[in-house]
């Protein structure tokens, strides 16, 4: 059962806030982290069940700046390639109990800061040219199995579009396009999985001003707060709840 007491909201809204800040200014990848801090007080199917409508609003949100200015045969290939991995991901959670979630979330959230400090620091080096279309596909479905696990699909992404060589706007507007189709695709087996519930949609409801805040904060804090500073406090929540949920999952 989700309890919408004091103690769920002073976790909840600054979460939500954080992903906000995350997909208004800082191009969204650790937007996730709000999966992994809910993780910590809820089983992992609901916080997943929170989350995605709150993402959703976020995505419809980003949409409208970048209409148009995506490349659609890149993003096609990725939405298609993410269906089975959505498939996938469906399957694993109607067999799997909730602590090889946990596990799972806190393999990914230590993973994605392994990633991006890896790659700040040149030890991840990325294809110099543009990677074959079916890359496109497969980088896909794996995104849209961390996606369905985790709501992280960022990273999996980013292997094939960084290699494009994308002009910021054009990878933005790219990235937007495909995980507002990822998170409609698993919207349905979420449902048919028991992750939406009369509690999770009222907390929606009280946490959907918290995720607008978040976006226009994000916005504001894009000018104003070096992304260094934003990044490394990300890192820290993630290695911190990461671990915890590794913990929690294998105990």
Known sequence: MLQLDIWFFAIAAPAVVFAGISKGGFGSGAAFAATSILALILEPGLALGVTLPLLMLMDVAALRPYWGKWDWAISRRMIVGALPGVAIGAWLFARADGDVFRVLIGVISIAFVIWQVGRAQGWIKLAERALPNWIGGATGAVAGFTS???????????????????GKTAYQANTVLIFTAINVFKFVPY??????????????????????????????????????AFFMLTYVLLIMTGTKLIWDGLT
């Open 148 to 166: 369905f696990v985790s709501h992280a699909g960022g990273p999996p992404a980013a292997v094939y579009l960084l290699s494009l060589k994308l």
């Open 191 to 228: 449902a048919f999985l028991g992750m939406f519930t009369v509690q999770t949609f009222t907390a929606n409801l009280a946490l959907a001003p918290f995720a607008l805040l978040g976006t226009w904060l994000g916005v504001k804090a894009h000018h104003l707060v070096p992304e260094r």
